[in-house]
């Protein structure tokens, strides 16, 4: 079952896309061999792998409406953005989304960690340092939202922006969860991408080393270079 509360995350941040020299980056993520028992997936305009513990579907299969109605009701601090977040979301800029199901890591009972791929057009006029600017200040300003940084990165040789920051929300049951996200921002020939993991801050430095690992098989299909 896809996670409710791990859906909104995509949406505030495709929600914040708008209209700098890239500085230098702050790390490097290398292209690296898909292991054997990954899941290769081919999206239109990029290509990666999740491990075979991962579950994921496509955007045509979301529903965002419940979600985001009882979400917004108890955090009415989120509730415009996460209304032009679902206009994203329907107008089709979420391609997919993906959790980690592994039992081991799940056992601390909280969300299992998320990947959502998300995409808006490329005027050519955009860098990647612009739109995680944009996003920057979306988030500053943005109450609950907090710990926000940008940098630049490279992945598999692509020039990047990651962008992190912590949330913390109201759940259902009216307990407070804190949500650890990192977002990242590739642009090609005609789109650019936004890649967001989202998981528990209190699982944050167990799980650095496998997102890493998924984004070394990312390919974009129309490169820059």
């Known amino acids: 079952m896809l996670h409710r509360r791990a859906i909104l995350f995509l949406l505030l941040l495709l929600a914040a896309c708008s209209r700098a020299a890239t500085p230098a980056p702050v790390a490097t993520i290398p292209a690296a061999a898909t292991p054997a028992d990954w899941q290769a997936i081919e999206l239109e305009s990029l290509s990666l792998a999740l491990p075979p513990s991962w579950t994921y579907a496509v955007a ?30 329907r107008a089709g800029h979420v391609q997919l989304i993906a959790y980690d199901l592994d039992p ?29 600017a944009a996003n ?51 642009i090609d020939r005609t789109t650019v991408h936004i890649l967001s993991f989202t998981l528990p801050e209190t699982r944050r430095a167990q799980s650095g080393a496998l997102l890493d690992q998924i984004l070394a098989t990312v390919r974009l299909r129309e490169p820059l270079q």
């Not at 965002?64 to 953005?81: F, G, H, I, T």
């Open 60 to 89: 045509d299969a979301i529903a965002p409406s419940p979600a985001l109605d009882e979400l917004a009701a108890r955090n009415p601090q989120l509730a415009a953005v996460a209304r032009e977040g679902e206009a994203a979301l």
């Open 104 to 132: 081991a890591t799940l056992q601390d009972g909280m969300a299992p960690t998320s990947l959502h791929i998300g995409s808006q057009p490329n005027d050519t006029t955009l860098t990647a340092e612009q739109v995680a």
């Open 136 to 186: 920057e200040a979306q988030l500053r300003t943005t109450p609950g939202f907090r710990n926000v940084e940008r940098a630049a990165v490279t992945i598999a040789e692509t020039p990047a922006m990651r962008l992190t920051s912590t949330l913390t929300i109201t759940d259902t049951t009216g307990g407070a969860l804190t949500f650890h996200h990192e977002q990242y921002l590739l």
